[in-house]
């Protein structure tokens, strides 16, 4: 198991609302990106944040944000919640620098929009 | 950007039998190319990974080949076991932020 965290483990919402996950990167890692998982297709990138800015964003509207703290953690935050959110959103640990693309995967966070 | 074809979606396999994935990529610049399994609920795991520099990669029952020509890569699991049963993705790398591309998945299930 890697050491990547992330919370909630579930989480249900309405149409509309603002939600924020959470994600604390794996030790020695400085780097987080954000990937949206729909029901049986493979993540999609949505965004990557290094020395807490973003640092590249996939095909994702505004209303997918996120920051990065000093300590590497990092929180997604999705506002005015459509149906088609609901996915798994996990988040993936690295090191800046030739390894950036060795990512670890969280667990996940189950979002059900309603 | 990228784009990554993934063959085939399922796959169903004897146990002792050998499994390949087989994924082709389109961006020539891209230069890493990882391969992860999940299991029903879990996260992604990381299995093994190529970078464009090597053309094959083994470990244990596992092994990776790189064709950059070609723009494909395949994921070879020798040996099947039952716990080897789960859906496989294939990245590629690209992008300044080494963002990863993933493949649709194959369901790979290993009969006993």
């Known amino acids: 198991e890697t050491g990547v965290t992330q919370s909630p483990t579930h989480l249900i919402k309405t149409r509309g609302q603002q939600v924020t996950l959470r994600c604390s990167s794996q030790?020695?890692?400085?780097?987080v990106s954000w990937y949206q998982q729909a029901l049986g297709q493979g993540p999609q990138f949505i965004f990557q944040?290094?020395?807490?800015?973003?640092?590249g964003r996939g095909n994702f509207p505004p209303r997918f944000s996120g920051l990065q703290f000093p300590n590497y953690s990092s929180e997604l935050n999705v506002n005015a919640l459509e149906l088609d959110d609901s996915a798994l959103y996990l988040c993936?640990?690295?090191?800046?620098?030739?390894?950036?693309?060795?990512?670890?995967f969280g667990p996940g966070t189950r979002l059900t929009v309603l | 950007g990228e784009n990554v074809e993934q063959h085939p979606s399922t796959l169903s396999v004897q146990e002792g039998d050998s499994a390949v994935i087989k994924c082709t990529y389109s961006?020539?610049?891209?230069?890493?190319f990882p391969w992860y399994k999940q299991e029903l609920g879990k996260r992604p795991q990381l299995i093994i990974d190529?970078?464009?520099?090597?053309g094959e990669k083994k470990d244990q029952r596992i092994a990776v080949t790189l064709n950059k020509t070609a723009k494909h890569f395949s994921l070879h699991i020798t040996e099947t076991q039952p716990e080897d049963s789960a859906v496989y993705f294939c990245?590629?790398?690209?992008?300044?932020?080494?963002?990863?591309?993933f493949g649709s998945g194959t369901q790979l299930t290993v009969l006993p």
């Open positions: 993936a640990s690295s090191q800046a620098g030739v390894r950036t693309d060795t990512q670890y």
């Open positions: 030790s020695g890692h400085n780097t």
């Open positions: 944040y290094y020395r807490e800015e973003e640092n």
């Open positions: 961006d020539s610049a891209s230069n890493y």
């Open positions: 190529i970078r464009s520099n090597v």
């Open positions: 990245a590629a790398s690209w992008g300044s932020a080494r963002q990863l591309t």
